[in-house]
Nanobody, 131 residues
C-alpha cells in the first residue's frame, strides 16, 4: 500500500527556518503532481505549495510566497518544503499530497476534503513556531 510519510516537524523559533520532507517510495514521482498543505488546530486545511510532475511549474499560496520553496528528488522519492522566516501563525500539521490527474495549477483551489480529492494524502508532521 502506497503511503506518504512526512517528517521534519518539531519546534522552531520564530524567524528561523524549517525543512519538511515527504517520503513516497511507492510513487513514481515522474508522473505525479504533488503539494503541501497544512491545518492548524481548529482551522481549515490550507494549500501551501504545489509542484508539477516534471518540476517545471510551482505554485505558492500568498501566505508563504517568497519565503518557501517546494522541490522534489525523483530518484529518492522525496518531496520537500523549505520555509524561512517562520512565524507563530505557521504552527500547524503539515501534510503532503500526490495525484496523477489533479494538476499542480489546480491544487491551490482543492484544499477541501483532500482525502477525497487526492490519490495520496500523508498523515502529517507537526510544526510549532515559538515566539
Amino acid at each position: 500500500q502506497v503511503q506518504l510519510v512526512e517528517s521534519g516537524g518539531g519546534t522552531v523559533q520564530a524567524g528561523g527556518s524549517l525543512r519538511l520532507s515527504c517520503a513516497a517510495p511507492g510513487i513514481n514521482f515522474g508522473v505525479y503532481n504533488m503539494a503541501w498543505f497544512r491545518q492548524s488546530r481548529g482551522g481549515e486545511i490550507e494549500f501551501l505549495a504545489s509542484i508539477s510532475w516534471n518540476g517545471n511549474r510551482r505554485y505558492y499560496a500568498d501566505t508563504v510566497k517568497g519565503r518557501s520553496v517546494i522541490s522534489k528528488d525523483d530518484a529518492k522519492h522525496l518531496l520537500f518544503l523549505q520555509m524561512t522566516n517562520v512565524r507563530p501563525e505557521d504552527t500547524a500539521d503539515y501534510h503532503c499530497a500526490a495525484d496523477q490527474w489533479v494538476t499542480a495549477e489546480a491544487m491551490p483551489a482543492m484544499a477541501v476534503d483532500p482525502r477525497e480529492r487526492y490519490a495520496y494524502w500523508g498523515q502529517g508532521t507537526q510544526v510549532t513556531v515559538a515566539s
